[in-house]
């Protein structure tokens, strides 16, 4: 009775062993296709129309998930990818790719005669911002606007890349700029020169019936131009008859 159950025991173990043999080197792999399983290749650094091709021709497909916009790597290279090199895959497998592609480049906006605050703004609009600011006296532009930028308007930058600009204080102090006069009157351009601390010089007289009397017509020094030294400033005055400033000169005798 012994040996028969020895017997049987022993019988059983042979037969579970063959069973477990079966399955691990026959069932499973079916199963899993273990035979169809292939590693897959490093396509970093290759161009992605090869990477492409040669993902087909190993029985994978490919498809592009990501740009990465970059001056590190050549456009149309393969940066990265998923499955990673090494990793053993079925064929027919999704293979994703990272390419890189060359940075967006940006047109320089023309800031000149902006205040600070509004080329700031339009800068950051665009993906742009200020690198460096420098200041310095310009009678050409008013304070707090600018008078220069680098790069010029209509060049090419990297988004995110920062300009240089000069910010305008305005009149050098203890200088003095020529204010525009013509087309004003004779009283508003007196207080023009007052404010701009120069003084009414020889006032001449023209006839012009098309403006009205004593309109400014010109004047002896050009508008904007600045002086280190307040000066006097003759002005050519409309008038509809010559007359009749003679008469009132003859009066004023």
Known sequence: MLKKIINFTIALLVSSLLIFIIFDWLIMPIYI?????????NLQGKDVRKALKQLEFEGFKGEIFDTLYTSKFDPETIIDQYPVSGSKVKRG??????????????IVPNLVGQSRRSAEISLQQIGLNIDTVYTEYNPDYQKGTVAWQFPKFGNQIKKGYGLQLTISM???????????????SLNNAKK???????????????????LIPYTVLDQSIKPGT????STKINLVVSILDLQDIFDKLQSEK
């Open 192 to 210: 023009q020169l007052a404010n701009a601390k120069f003084s009414l010089g020889k006032v001449s007289y023209q006839q012009n019936e098309d």
């Open 226 to 229: 600045v002086l280190d030294e």
């Open 170 to 184: 305005g009149l050098p102090p203890d200088f003095f700029q020529v204010p525009q006069l013509y087309g004003l």
């Open 93 to 106: 497998r999704t293979v994703r790719l990272k390419v890189a592609q060359q940075e967006k480049m940006l």
């Open 33 to 41: 296709r273990k035979g169809n399983s292939v590693v897959v290749m």
